[in-house]
T-cell receptor
Framework: DAGVTQSPTHLIKTRGQQVTLRCSPK?????VSWYQQALGQGPQFIFQ???????QRGNFPDRFSGHQFPNYSSELNVNALLLGDSALYLC????????????????FGSGTRLTVV | AQSVTQLGSHVSVSEGALVLLRCNYS??????LFWYVQYPNQGLQLLLK??????LVKGINGFEAEFKKSETSFHLTKPSAHMSDAAEYFC???????????FGSGTKLNVKP
C-alpha cells in the first residue's frame, strides 16, 4: 500500500521564480495538509485541502497557494520565491472524520527539499 | 492558544539506557497529543498518540508516553535505547478545530555505543 508520495524530492530555484510541488495522498485518505519545515525547526502548518477546497490556513502569505484535484492529490504553489522559502515541504494526508474533524494522525510524505538561491 | 515546548534540542544517551524526551503543551481545548519521529532526509512517522482514555500510551518501537494533565506534559520514554533510535523527535498538539497540528521545535536523540 503506497503511502504519501511527493514530487520532486529536491528542487533548486532562483529568487523571484515560481514553484509547484505535488502530493498524492495515501490510499483511502481524502484530506491533504501542507507543512513547511525550515532547517532546525518543527513543521509549520501552511494550509489544508478537503473536497477540493482550502479548509484552514496558517500564517503564510498569499504567495503560497494550493489546489486539490478530484482524485484527492494536491499541489502547493509558491510565487515570487524568497531566500527564506528554502525549506523541506511536507505533505500529510488523513481521513476527515465526522463533523469535519480529522480523527486520525497524519501520514507524512518524505518531503520536497526546496532551495532558493 | 495551542503551543508545544520541547525541552532540550539535543539529548544524548548510551545504548541500553533510558530515553526521556520532554514535551509540554498549551491547549485551549482538551488536547490530542502526538509524537513523531523523523530520520534524516525523510518525512515524519507517527510513534504514538493520545486522544482520550488511558493516559499511558504505547507506541511503536518500544516507545511510550504518559499524558499528565496537571503538568500539561506528554513526555516520551523508552526503557532501553537502541542505536536505531537515533533520529529527531517531534511532539505535536492538535488545534481546537482539529484541522491543523502545532509542532514543537524537535529534539535530536543521539545514541552512543
Amino acid at each position: 500500500d503506497a503511502g504519501v508520495t511527493q514530487s520532486p524530492t529536491h528542487l533548486i530555484k532562483t529568487r523571484g521564480q515560481q514553484v509547484t510541488l505535488r502530493c498524492s495522498p495515501k490510499s483511502g485518505h481524502d484530506t491533504v495538509s501542507w507543512y513547511q519545515q525550515a532547517l532546525g525547526q518543527g513543521p509549520q502548518f501552511i494550509f489544508q485541502y478537503y473536497e477540493e477546497e482550502e479548509r484552514q490556513r496558517g500564517n503564510f502569505p498569499d504567495r503560497f497557494s494550493g489546489h486539490q484535484f478530484p482524485n484527492y492529490s494536491s499541489e502547493l504553489n509558491v510565487n515570487a520565491l524568497l531566500l527564506g522559502d528554502s525549506a523541506l515541504y511536507l505533505c500529510a494526508s488523513s481521513s476527515m472524520g465526522t463533523g469535519g474533524k480529522v480523527d486520525y494522525g497524519y501520514t507524512f510524505g518524505s518531503g520536497t527539499r526546496l532551495t532558493v538561491v | 492558544a495551542q503551543s508545544v515546548t520541547q525541552l532540550g534540542s539535543h539529548v544524548s544517551v548510551s545504548e541500553g539506557a533510558l530515553v526521556l524526551l520532554r514535551c509540554n503543551y498549551s491547549s485551549s481545548v482538551p488536547p490530542y497529543l502526538f509524537w513523531y519521529v523523523q530520520y534524516p532526509n525523510q518525512g515524519l512517522q507517527l510513534l504514538l498518540k493520545y486522544t482520550t482514555g488511558a493516559t499511558l500510551v504505547k507506541g511503536i518501537n518500544g516507545f511510550e508516553a504518559e499524558f499528565k494533565k496537571s503538568e500539561t506534559s506528554f513526555h516520551l520514554t523508552k526503557p532501553s535505547a537502541h542505536m536505531s533510535d537515533a533520529a529527531e523527535y517531534f511532539c505535536a498538539v492538535r488545534g481546537p478545530d482539529f484541522n491543523k497540528f502545532y509542532f514543537g521545535s524537535g529534539t535530536k536523540l543521539n545514541v552512543k555505543p
